[in-house]
């Protein structure tokens, strides 16, 4: 079990960028979670999918954040453009089942700073 | 709606001596609660979960959580800490009807001291 795999770790940018952050995780897990920490705001849920499907995407920020599953092994979060407030560690994290009795297994997260 | 709330920002301690992080939640409905922990440059770590039944849990790394319903509380302990314990540790709280969408309290940072 290589757990959940988060590319890159850091990436750094510069405001008006196409940023991209990748995750695969747990075979077997059928949620995918994507948080966002900051000092400021602590964690964040920004979307969650079940089985592929996006069920709540209420705290993604804005339109300029879009996020992925097209299928059971990877994800995606994109910001196009990026802007210096993005700047933040962005966590994916998948479950087993349908998730509230089941522990989310956390990456080591993507650190964004944006310029 | 459902909250949660970390007492304490930071706590320090001395090696060996007990600890107490406090969380309290608010929620309308029945709630399920977890501690996390964070180690530097990593993602969370489940430390335990409350779901039913007895009200004292045991977590990974000799801690335990007790839910009180009555004070909405489910406070962490832990009798003697190591340097090791040294991390944000992280209460959160979900219902079933949120399938598993997690509410994430601020932190509390467990700063052990030698």
């Known amino acids: 079990d290589a757990g959940v795999i988060q590319s890159p770790r850091h990436e750094v940018t510069e405001m008006g960028q196409e940023v991209t952050l990748r995750c695969k995780p747990i075979?077997?897990?059928?949620?995918l979670f994507w948080y966002r920490q900051t000092m400021m705001r602590g964690l964040e849920l920004l979307i969650y999918f079940n089985n592929n499907v996006p069920i709540d995407d209420s705290g993604m920020p804005e339109d300029r954040f879009s996020a992925k599953m097209p299928n059971a092994s990877f994800s995606t979060l994109k910001i196009q453009p990026s802007e210096p407030r993005d700047s933040a560690v962005y966590f994916c994290?998948?479950?087993?089942?349908?998730?509230?009795?089941?522990?989310?297994?956390f990456g080591n997260g993507t650190r964004l700073t944006v310029t | 709606a459902q909250s949660v709330t970390q007492l304490d920002s930071q706590v320090p301690v001395f090696e060996e001596a007990p600890v107490e992080l406090r969380c309290n939640y608010s929620?309308?409905?029945?709630?399920?609660l977890f501690w996390y922990v964070q180690y530097p440059n990593q993602g969370l770590q489940l430390l335990l979960k409350?779901?039913?039944?007895?009200?004292l849990v045991k977590g990974i790394n000799g801690f335990e959580a007790e839910f009180n319903k009555s004070q909405t509380s489910f406070h962490l302990r832990k009798p003697s800490v190591h340097i090791s314990d040294t991390a944000e540790y992280f209460c959160a709280v979900t219902h079933s009807s949120n399938t598993g969408k997690l509410i994430f309290g601020q932190g509390t940072t467990l700063q052990v001291k030698p």
């Open positions: 075979s077997g897990h059928n949620s």
């Open positions: 929620s309308s409905v029945s709630v399920y």
């Open positions: 409350y779901l039913s039944g007895s009200t």
């Open positions: 994290a998948s479950s087993r089942g349908t998730g509230f009795g089941s522990p989310l297994h």
